[in-house]
């Protein structure tokens, strides 16, 4: 359901036209304003959800072009490129008239907003990146295969464990919303520091979460891989770089080499959490981005 205020950060559902192709998007809390852009690609906005960041900041969860309730484009599942995301971002700012905002990016929407922000600085306010990389490829896999392997010294005898591996296996094989919902869903445990002995807490968002299928290919079938090494020690917006002391994906490493390359960069490390350190850690990961964001403004 469309909120129909004319206030377009009025608490609510939204959709806005950008390049010919319904955009929504969701508002929470109040304060300045942080646009919000969640991981997968296609993975569903809760999945970002951040009701400690709504005690203070007018949250813009953003559902991206092809996901959600946002339109898909005509190439779809192909052509969802950093460049064609960050346009998109930078036309619903310009819909909500606003110039500069805070930009939060998560796991692959960490990848999106390096590149609005190496890209278009004069639109961002400051950068969050929640569990992202400098890079993906053979490189990025390898350190994901060895800490899936961490992961899996940690949790040896749980008779939960095999199912998890098992789903994490079958996400190369998805090729529609179904399976690569299937397989998110399943491996969802791996993505958590201590999913099983917490699990009353995050089976809810397993549950629900919902995704949509999403290739790794451009419309012309040209895959993009990403390495942002080169560039980023020329990043001039100011960055908070947030890390799970036991994320498998966009791990430790991975934020080190971002805070050792961005300039005057920041380096938070959630000790007790994974990949989702805003549902595992929330007080503790706003605290942090709310320290950041404060400092944006003296």
Not at 220 to 229: A, M, S, V
Not at 266 to 279: A, C, F, I, N, Y
């Amino acid at each position: 359901m469309n909120n129909k205020t004319a206030d377009p950060l009025a608490p609510g559902v939204h959709e806005v036209m950008v390049d010919g192709l319904r955009l929504r998007y969701h508002i929470h809390g109040s304060g300045p304003v942080c646009l919000a852009v969640p991981g997968g690609p296609g993975v569903i906005w809760e999945s970002l959800r951040a009701p400690s960041l709504e005690a203070f900041f007018t949250m813009v969860y953003v559902e991206p072009h092809g996901t959600g309730g946002s339109q898909r484009l005509p190439s779809h599942p192909n052509g969802y490129t950093r460049a064609r995301y960050t346009r998109s971002l930078l036309g619903l700012l310009d819909q909500l008239s606003l110039s500069r905002v805070l930009l939060l990016g998560h796991s692959h929407g960490g990848f999106v907003a390096q590149h609005m922000a190496l890209h278009h600085p004069d639109r961002v306010l400051g950068l969050v990146l929640h569990a992202s990389a400098p890079l993906t490829g053979a490189e990025h896999m390898s350190e994901a295969a060895d800490q899936v392997g961490e992961f899996v010294r940690r949790n040896e005898g749980r008779p939960e464990l095999p199912a998890a591996l098992a789903a994490l296996q079958s996400v190369e094989a998805a090729t529609d919303d179904e399976g690569i919902t299937a397989a998110v869903r399943g491996l969802l445990p791996i993505y958590f520091a201590h999913y099983w002995d917490r699990e009353d807490e995050f089976c809810g968002l397993r549950e629900a979460i919902t995704c949509t299928y999403i290739s790794s290919v451009d419309e012309n079938g040209n895959p993009e891989i990403i390495d942002d090494r080169a560039d980023l020690p020329g990043l001039t917006v100011p960055t908070l770089v947030v890390v799970g002391q036991y994320d498998v994906i966009c791990g430790l490493r991975w934020a080190k080499e971002l805070h050792a390359l961005i300039p005057h960069s920041r380096l938070v490390v959630l000790e007790d959490s994974g990949h989702l350190g805003h549902v595992e850690e929330p007080e503790v990961f706003a605290g942090a981005v709310r320290t950041f964001a404060d400092a944006l403004t003296t």
